[in-house]
């Protein structure tokens, strides 16, 4: 049987991760689109009709669906390459098999969605499980990077470590991570009370019927969501605060990276409320929170290699 090298596995990993993002931007398209509801049935577009007519908003819904076929492909490969991967390890083995796992759920999920015409909390929990995919397919993909044997000590093993300095650095890397999980949460909940349905709206926009949307008032539900916006951003400013004294030149750059997108996601935010909600900028804006998400998660993945390579070390270098 032909193995893979921790490299290829590596490629396949990182292949899962992108497809899984960018099922997640795809399918806020449709909802922009209004389109959610352009096929009506599932697993066929309609319950006579296995293929979408040539229509925009079919094709938008059933082009997404098939997008999602190849989500499912990605994940598989990834369970079966761990598999041949040599050598073989548990823990990848063990996290290719969640995203499956995650993904079946998802089409669940997305069933539902038809079924109970995109009923809002159903919706919500769609994309929240999407994002909980996203964050296992980086610790996948962080993992099928690491050494197959236990990592040496990160830096000179004659160098005094401060365990104070490492374990406030993990601190700020949970703290953002929860931030962000947090903005995440509170952010579904201004889309699932605004104006973007997922489908085509009575009243001269189409012969779907009005959407059920959440009882919270768009302005309000919006500012509590600008208040954990802004919580999360002076979370990164004191991460880069206390990067910028104690870390290294890495350390500086990944969270530059950071707060770079989180002001940009702040700004194009405030943009889309003030010019009424175009699509092209909610759509990005919706790019920007993969993208924000991924480098968060990657982050706190990064802080605890460090922490977990160095702690025994800096136990036994300091005086007791």
């Given at each position: 049987?032909?193995?893979?090298?921790?490299?290829?596995?590596?490629?396949?990993?990182?292949?899962?991760?992108?497809?899984?993002?960018?099922?997640?931007?795809?399918?806020?398209?449709?909802?922009?689109t209004?389109?959610?509801?352009?096929?009506?049935?599932?697993?066929?577009?309609?319950?006579?009709?296995?293929?979408?007519?040539?229509?925009?908003?079919?094709?938008?819904?059933?082009?997404?669906?098939?997008?999602?076929?190849?989500?499912?492909?990605?994940?598989?490969?990834?369970?079966?390459?761990?598999?041949?991967?040599?050598?073989?390890?548990?823990?990848?083995?063990?996290?290719?098999?969640?995203?499956?796992?995650?993904?079946?759920?998802?089409?669940?999920?997305?069933?539902?969605?038809?079924?109970?015409?995109?009923?809002?909390?159903?919706?919500?929990?769609?994309?929240?499980?999407s994002?909980?995919?996203?964050?296992?397919?980086?610790?996948?993909?962080?993992?099928?990077?690491?050494?197959?044997?236990?990592?040496?000590?990160?830096?000179?093993?004659?160098?005094?470590?401060?365990?104070?300095?490492w374990?406030?650095?993990?601190?700020?890397?949970?703290?953002?991570?929860?931030?962000?999980?947090?903005?995440?949460?509170?952010g579904?909940?201004?889309?699932?009370?605004?104006?973007?349905?997922?489908?085509?709206?009575?009243?001269?926009?189409?012969?779907?019927?009005?959407?059920?949307?959440?009882?919270?008032?768009?302005?309000?539900?919006?500012?509590?969501?600008?208040?954990?916006?802004?919580?999360?951003?002076?979370?990164?400013i004191?991460?880069?605060?206390?990067?910028a004294?104690?870390?290294?030149?890495?350390?500086?750059?990944?969270?530059?990276?950071?707060?770079?997108?989180?002001?940009?996601?702040?700004?194009?935010?405030?943009?889309?409320?003030?010019?009424?909600?175009?699509?092209?900028?909610?759509?990005?804006?919706?790019?920007?929170?993969?993208?924000?998400?991924?480098?968060?998660?990657?982050?706190?993945?990064?802080?605890?290699?460090?922490?977990?390579?160095?702690?025994?070390?800096?136990?036994?270098?300091?005086?007791s």
């Amino acid at each position: 049987m032909r193995t893979l090298s921790p490299n290829r596995y590596r490629t396949i990993a990182l292949l899962a991760l992108i497809s899984l993002a960018a099922i997640i931007v795809t399918g806020s398209l449709v909802r922009l689109t209004g389109s959610g509801l352009g096929c009506s049935d599932w697993p066929t577009c309609e319950q006579d009709q296995l293929l979408a007519p040539f229509e925009f908003h079919p094709m938008v819904e059933f082009v997404n669906r098939l997008i999602t076929g190849l989500v499912s492909l990605a994940v598989i490969v990834a369970v079966l390459g761990s598999m041949r991967r040599n050598p073989r390890r548990r823990d990848l083995t063990t996290w290719s098999w969640v995203l499956v796992a995650g993904v079946l759920a998802q089409i669940v999920l997305g069933a539902l969605v038809t079924k109970t015409e995109l009923e809002p909390r159903v919706v919500l929990g769609h994309f929240l499980l999407s994002m909980v995919l996203l964050w296992a397919a980086v610790v996948l993909y962080h993992r099928a990077g690491q050494p197959d044997e236990p990592a040496p000590p990160a830096s000179d093993p004659t160098d005094p470590i401060d365990p104070a300095v490492w374990g406030r650095k993990l601190w700020w890397a949970r703290a953002m991570t929860l931030a962000t999980a947090a903005v995440i949460v509170v952010g579904t909940l201004v889309t699932a009370s605004g104006p973007h349905t997922g489908s085509l709206e009575a009243g001269g926009h189409g012969d779907f019927e009005p959407v059920e949307r959440l009882p919270f008032d768009p302005r309000e539900i919006t500012r509590i969501h600008s208040l954990f916006v802004y919580l999360l951003l002076a979370v990164v400013i004191g991460t880069a605060i206390h990067v910028a004294r104690h870390g290294t030149p890495g350390d500086v750059r990944r969270i530059r990276g950071i707060l770079l997108t989180v002001v940009t996601q702040g700004a194009v935010g405030y943009l889309q409320y003030f010019t009424g909600l175009p699509i092209a900028v909610v759509a990005f804006h919706i790019f920007g929170v993969v993208v924000v998400w991924v480098q968060v998660v990657w982050f706190h993945l990064y802080c605890a290699d460090a922490h977990r390579v160095d702690a025994p070390r800096a136990k036994m270098l300091v005086p007791s």
